[in-house]
């Protein structure tokens, strides 16, 4: 069973900064990817960052410049170092995260998410 644990959220002022993390724990061969989500109430959830093994990065357009995405592989850990927050970034951040279970068997997994709240 993989569990992901994730914490940093809060409360922050427009122009803040915060730092989220998540932590993969469990019985797993590799992580191949790891990314943030968010969603809003009453939005769909979007795709806010990702990481691979291999380093390749990906962000949503709204974030470029402002959001950094990293991984420390030996803690089975990803960050989402947010910078210049806006207001409309407020939403439930969720981390992802797709696992290699078993040799050629790969499973997706969500977090609890975290909520970040950026007053104006």
């Known amino acids: 069973q993989v569990q992901l644990a994730e914490s940093g959220g809060g409360l922050v002022q427009a122009g803040g900064s915060l730092r989220l993390s998540c932590a993969a724990s469990?019985?797993?061969?590799?992580?191949?990817?790891m990314g943030w989500y968010r969603q809003a109430p009453g939005k769909q959830r979007e795709l806010v960052a990702t990481?691979?093994?291999?380093?390749?990065?990906n962000y949503l357009d709204s974030v470029k410049g402002r959001f950094t995405i990293s991984r420390d592989n030996a803690k089975n850990t990803v960050y989402l170092q947010m910078n210049s927050l806006k207001p409309e970034d407020t939403s439930v951040y969720i981390c992802?995260?797709?696992?290699?279970?078993?040799?050629?068997?790969?499973?997706?997994?969500w977090g609890q998410g975290t909520q970040v709240t950026v007053s104006s």
């Open positions: 469990g019985s797993f061969v590799s992580i191949i990817a």
């Open positions: 990481t691979t093994s291999g380093g390749s990065t």
């Open positions: 992802s995260a797709l696992i290699e279970t078993s040799l050629h068997r790969t499973t997706g997994y």
